[in-house]
């Protein structure tokens, strides 16, 4: 997601979503899961209709135009999604194109990626109105949403911009509003003259060029035990029974800690980095899925590594930051002293180079060769 619009006059503008908690009545709350379930009707519906087309071999020619011009005819014959708003809908149906371009973007990149998969209850947990003002509208301390009604929302901090999209989503706790907006004046951090390299770690979250580790927070890892504890419960308990449905309940809660603990440890990290760099250069992803194996790959994901570089390019560009994704290739096996290549599987934990002599850590040194790649640019 590209987080700057383009300059318009002379002032710099970002994008930012704003997230507020809903406070539904009983009745509302039926109306936005009433809709909530439409929209994942549609969205399995909609998937369906396209594997059919996959299936058929014409995958790639079916486009999101078409089932978007089919939508009307959909509606005929299904009038419980006459109950939702016809932005929404299309948006659901945006939703399965994006599945859709992902599959194919990663059979091209030359992944194995599952079938996009149909959403059962509970996985499909939001909606989205495309267009502020199109069926949802703010009104002093009241979120209006068309065929739901008027519901209380939290203002607890300013929103600055102009609003663009409303997302409403159920979470573990309660119901929320994403809006993002767009317009908002950048606020710049003061320039610092420091560049630096930044690599994702084996076995910390990441290291940057001038030898500076962060950790994955302790904190975060028992949150994870108590998830996999969590997890473990549902699966021994009965079916149907309701010491299940209190062990899922109990499940999407330690999940919704897990990604809010993250995704603070995410921003603080990314404002440590812009306040104390003007440029930070990173591997460019396509090229790291090319070059390193399978099992690297998964410790990547799971340390939210992709979710990081998007905040990170945010908060940077909301500071008046630059990062850079630079194609560089060998960075883990080339020395950042000489350029020599020193092959090393990955429980080589220490960058020795025989030709000159240099004693490093392994992703030291790959941040090194990181920021010089950046440089040379
Ligand atoms: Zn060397």
Redesign the pocket.
């Known amino acids: 997601m590209e987080p700057m619009e383009p300059q318009s006059g002379g002032i710099r503008k970002a994008y930012k979503t704003y997230k507020y908690r809903l406070t539904p009545t009983p009745a509302q709350e039926q109306a936005l899961a009433t809709v909530l379930s439409r929209c994942r009707m549609l969205y399995n519906v909609a998937l369906e209709q396209r594997k059919t087309w996959w299936d058929r071999g014409q995958g790639i020619g079916v486009t999101y135009y078409q089932q978007k011009a089919e939508l009307p005819d959909v509606k005929a014959a299904c009038p419980e999604l006459a109950e939702v708003n016809a932005q929404v809908l299309q948006d659901v149906i945006l939703r399965v194109e994006r599945a859709y371009l992902d599959f194919f973007r990663r059979i091209k990149d030359g992944e194995m990626p599952g079938y996009p998969r149909f959403q059962g209850w509970g996985r499909y947990n939001s909606f989205t109105y495309p267009q502020y003002g199109g069926g949802a509208a703010l009104d002093g301390s009241v979120l209006s949403l068309s065929k739901i009604g008027r519901i209380h929302i939290r203002l607890h901090r300013p929103m600055e911009g102009a609003p663009k999209t409303v997302t409403i989503s159920r979470e573990a706790d309660g119901w929320y509003a994403c809006i993002s907006c767009a317009e908002i004046p950048i606020a710049p951090l003061p320039s610092v003259g420091c560049e630096t390299g930044i690599d994702v770690g084996l076995k910390v979250f990441l290291v940057t060029a001038n030898g500076e580790v962060i950790e994955n927070p302790r904190h975060y890892r028992k949150a994870e035990k108590q998830l996999a504890t969590a997890q473990r419960r549902v699966a021994r308990r009965k079916k149907g029974s309701n010491r299940r449905k209190k062990a899922v309940k109990l499940l999407a809660r330690r999940h919704q800690t897990v990604r809010r603990q993250r995704s603070d440890f995410h921003h603080k990290t990314a404002l440590m980095l812009v306040q104390q760099f003007d440029t930070i250069y990173l591997e460019d992803l396509q090229v790291r899925n090319m070059v390193r194996n399978r099992r690297l790959a998964k410790s990547i994901s799971d340390a939210g590594w992709g979710q990081f570089r998007t905040i990170l390019a945010f908060k940077a560009a909301w500071a008046g930051k630059r990062v850079v994704a630079v194609p560089a290739q060998y960075t883990t096996q080339d020395?950042s002293?000489?350029g020599?290549r020193m092959p090393k599987s990955l429980s080589v934990r220490t960058h020795v180079?025989p030709?000159?002599g240099?004693v490093m850590d392994r992703d030291e040194n790959a941040a090194l060769n990181i920021l010089r790649a950046g440089q040379a640019r």
């Open positions: 020395c002293g000489c020599e180079c030709s000159c240099l």
